[in-house]
């Protein structure tokens, strides 16, 4: 029973599902396979309709006709178009499910309808892969409720076949039921250790690969020019806050140095935890307002009512950038920053610094220390 709730309540972030499976490359290729999918139903109710006695009734012919009306925009949709947000996502499982029921339920042969209840399974699948246990749920227990109808439709209908029947549902029971299931269970556990594999245990910061994953899904449309900037923060002195005060309070001293980071530079900033006592952001936005913000922040930092109030030397560097190239102008970006944050340390720290062009100049606001 608690590994039941345990696995009711594992956090779900679709967007975080998402941004994984396109750092894989693997979002792509799903997204075209969903499209052909949608065809391959439309092309199926087709079929239906020409087999003698299934698409007799009016109802059936119904659905039939609307699942080939319907299915291949979807198709063209999913072909052509983004991926879904999560609202999109969860309207798509349920209009695929419906529509399944609506045909599966409204032709007037049962028995033979009873094993195609197996397509749940494929949505199934889609549920699995991008959603949680709630959804997961739902969808089975609305699955499992129309196959509940076609058994005892079946059964009633046809006596003669009540041995294929009951053979039918054991396998869809197995099909549908078990192994998804089982696959849906180790597959949350996985992405829950995949997830903090992606996060800095101390602060709750991305490390590098999760920054590195993340800077790939940032919000650039192609072809488009965007301004990216990155700023690289470096705790001064922090050594000496170690050796005075012990490493547990330089712990405490990281994680408040996060928590700030996080107060200024909200999501979608990306932040980072590098390592040790540096960080660094990277933001779509205008060149003056991160330069602002970063003033604001080393300001937070140096706060008077900390038991050993800090430090930072910053450095601020941006570009234009587009799409296609994102990851390589940002490690470029980074390493511009970088270079101003060590120009901001070498001239006493506790300063913005902004890098321009070949060398990097102290921005107006950093002579107020």
């Not at 499976?21 to 239906?48: M, P």
């Not at 983004?82 to 309207?91: E, F, T, V």
């Amino acid at each position: 029973m608690n590994s039941l709730r345990q696995w009711w309540s594992l956090p779900v972030d679709y967007g975080w599902n998402v941004a994984y499976a396109r750092s894989q490359q693997a979002l792509h290729v799903t997204r075209i396979l969903i499209g052909i999918f949608c065809f391959f139903y439309a092309a199926a109710a087709v079929i239906a309709l020409t087999i003698p006695g299934l698409g007799d009734s009016g109802p059936g012919q119904w659905a039939l006709w609307s699942t080939i009306v319907t299915t291949p925009p979807l198709g063209l949709a999913w072909l052509i178009g983004g991926w879904p947000s999560w609202r999109m996502s969860i309207a798509f499982v349920l209009y695929a499910d419906i529509v399944l029921a609506a045909v599966l339920l409204t032709i007037d042969e049962p028995s033979e309808m009873l094993p195609m209840a197996a397509l749940f399974t494929v949505m199934g699948s889609y549920v699995v892969g991008f959603h949680g246990p709630k959804l997961f749920t739902a969808h089975h227990l609305f699955a499992f409720v129309t196959v509940a109808a076609l058994y005892v439709s079946a059964m009633v209908g046809d006596p003669a076949q009540r041995l294929q029947t009951n053979l039918y549902l054991v396998m869809l029971i197995l099909v549908m039921f078990s192994a998804p299931l089982i696959c849906h269970s180790f597959l949350m556990l996985l992405r829950r250790d995949a997830t903090g594999a992606f996060y800095d245990p101390l602060t709750g910061l991305q490390n590098r690969r999760g920054f590195d994953a993340a800077i790939g899904n940032l919000d650039l449309r192609s072809g488009i020019d965007t301004t990216v900037a990155a700023v690289v923060i470096d705790i001064d002195n922090f050594k000496a806050v170690n050796d005075r005060f012990g490493h547990e309070y330089g712990d405490t001293v990281i994680r408040l140095t996060a928590s700030r980071i996080l107060d200024v530079f909200p999501a979608p900033a990306v932040t980072v935890r590098l390592g040790g006592e540096e960080f660094a952001i990277v933001c779509l936005d205008g060149v003056d307002s991160v330069i602002d913000r970063s003033e604001e922040l080393r300001i937070r930092l140096c706060d008077a009512t900390d038991r050993s109030p800090l430090t930072a030397s910053i450095g601020v560097a941006h570009t234009v950038v587009e799409a296609r190239d994102i990851v390589g102008d940002v490690d470029v970006l980074l390493g511009r920053a970088d270079r101003a944050m060590y120009r901001a340390k070498r001239i006493g720290g506790n300063r913005v610094t902004v890098y321009q062009h070949e060398e990097p100049s102290v921005h107006p606001v950093d002579e107020r220390q």
